[in-house]
């Protein structure tokens, strides 16, 4: 017998999703490391349980506030060997605008968190094949800061002796900052480095301006980190190392997705199967596409029972010879394929 040949359509394994092939893989760990359509209830779950346990650990932490300000003056020296110790200047000519200061305050105190999560319904939204892989940098960003808390206490500018910075919150009465009032001892106040602030608004920029379709929101993607660098230091929260300490944080937390999914997390399919048995259907199936593929079945069949037929519907004479009694009989192998002695 002949070998037979399967073709199959051209175009459908382009247009199936490209995590339906990686979803072919067993065990556990590669379906973990496939993106899926992230579920809402366990993505509302998961973040409140994540902040929950970021604050506790965090605010757990001695505050150590004796090596906290020597860090601090360490750091402040540091800085001015290096050329960059201009914070206290920063603090001083902000301070000066009544307005301006007092709308850092408040864009440090809420911002950081409204921002992020808006940017997490944003990806859950519209890019939930990246959600995962995106979520997984925020996280891995967060819990290695906490390790930094832990091993580095530092207390912020405003809060160094000797210094002559101005503490914006409590002069200005700011409110809803865990700085000020009674939520200040909720908060650990020397826990400075690094800062989250620049970590987790470098990764809302970053984003945005990576998956964003319109190019003003990208800039302003863009230009929401280094507002925010400007804010940490006019209202004398962090110093300018801080922020570096952020940044390599996030860098650990891109490391961690790139090494789990094996690719950058912006590089992923923007969409992704749905779990369980619907995620097995092709994606190509349109609505007429049941029908469409029982009407060619019939033209088949059809075309089956009338192979005998020629172009001019005549048929085909029978070359097989039939005996007396009117019972089919083989073909007589004297005759020539015309039928013809």
């Given at each position: 017998?002949?070998?037979?040949t399967v073709?199959?359509?051209?175009?459908?394994?382009?247009?199936?999703?490209?995590t339906?092939?990686?979803?072919?893989g067993?065990?556990?760990?590669r379906?973990?490391?496939?993106?899926?359509?992230?579920?809402?209830?366990?993505?509302?779950?998961?973040?409140?349980?994540?902040?929950?346990?970021?604050?506790?650990?965090?605010n757990?932490?001695?505050?150590q506030?004796?090596?906290?300000?020597?860090?601090?003056?360490?750091?402040w020296?540091?800085?001015?060997?290096?050329?960059?110790?201009?914070?206290?200047?920063?603090n001083?000519?902000?301070?000066?605008?009544?307005?301006?200061?007092?709308g850092m305050?408040?864009?440090?105190a809420?911002?950081?968190?409204?921002?992020?999560?808006?940017?997490?319904?944003?990806l859950?939204?519209?890019?939930?094949?990246?959600?995962a892989?995106?979520?997984?940098?925020?996280?891995?960003?967060?819990?290695?800061?906490?390790?930094?808390?832990?091993?580095?206490?530092?207390?912020p500018p405003?809060?160094?002796?000797?210094?002559?910075?101005?503490?914006?919150?409590?002069?200005?009465?700011?409110?809803g900052?865990?700085?000020?009032?009674?939520l200040?001892?909720?908060?650990n106040?020397?826990?400075?480095?690094?800062?989250?602030?620049i970590?987790?608004?470098?990764?809302?920029?970053?984003?945005?301006?990576?998956?964003?379709?319109?190019?003003?929101v990208?800039?302003?993607?863009?230009?929401?980190?280094?507002?925010?660098?400007v804010?940490?230091?006019?209202?004398?929260?962090?110093?300018?190392?801080d922020?570096v300490?952020?940044?390599?944080c996030?860098a650990?937390?891109?490391?961690?997705?790139r090494?789990?999914?094996?690719?950058?997390?912006?590089?992923?399919?923007?969409?992704?199967?749905?779990?369980?048995?619907?995620?097995?259907?092709?994606a190509?199936?349109g609505?007429?596409?049941?029908?469409?593929?029982?009407?060619?079945?019939?033209?088949?069949?059809s075309e089956a029972?009338?192979?005998?037929a020629g172009?001019?519907?005549?048929?085909?004479?029978?070359r097989?010879?039939?005996?007396?009694?009117?019972?089919q009989?083989?073909?007589?192998k004297?005759?020539?394929?015309?039928?013809?002695?």
């Amino acid at each position: 017998m002949g070998e037979t040949t399967v073709t199959k359509p051209e175009g459908l394994e382009a247009a199936l999703p490209e995590t339906v092939a990686a979803d072919s893989g067993h065990g556990p760990l590669r379906r973990l490391r496939t993106p899926h359509r992230p579920r809402f209830w366990f993505e509302i779950l998961l973040i409140a349980v994540s902040y929950w346990t970021y604050s506790l650990v965090r605010n757990a932490v001695p505050e150590q506030k004796a090596e906290a300000l020597h860090n601090a003056d360490w750091i402040w020296q540091v800085e001015h060997h290096l050329g960059i110790a201009v914070e206290e200047s920063v603090n001083h000519a902000v301070n000066s605008v009544h307005w301006l200061i007092v709308g850092m305050n408040y864009y440090y105190a809420t911002l950081h968190f409204i921002v992020t999560l808006g940017v997490l319904v944003w990806l859950y939204r519209r890019h939930p094949g990246r959600y995962a892989a995106t979520r997984l940098v925020l996280f891995a960003t967060t819990a290695v800061a906490l390790v930094g808390y832990y091993l580095y206490p530092l207390a912020p500018p405003r809060l160094m002796n000797g210094g002559d910075f101005i503490d914006t919150v409590m002069v200005h009465q700011t409110w809803g900052s865990m700085a000020s009032g009674d939520l200040k001892h909720m908060s650990n106040q020397y826990a400075a480095m690094p800062s989250m602030h620049i970590g987790w608004s470098l990764w809302c920029g970053l984003t945005i301006a990576a998956l964003a379709t319109v190019p003003w929101v990208r800039v302003l993607g863009l230009l929401y980190p280094a507002l925010t660098l400007v804010v940490i230091v006019a209202t004398a929260n962090h110093f300018w190392l801080d922020a570096v300490g952020g940044l390599l944080c996030l860098a650990f937390g891109f490391t961690v997705a790139r090494l789990w999914y094996g690719r950058q997390p912006y590089a992923l399919p923007r969409t992704v199967p749905e779990r369980g048995p619907r995620a097995a259907r092709p994606a190509v199936r349109g609505p007429g596409a049941g029908r469409a593929e029982a009407g060619a079945s019939e033209a088949r069949r059809s075309e089956a029972g009338t192979s005998g037929a020629g172009t001019s519907g005549r048929g085909v004479p029978d070359r097989s010879r039939r005996s007396p009694d009117g019972s089919q009989a083989l073909p007589d192998k004297s005759r020539g394929l015309s039928g013809r002695p």
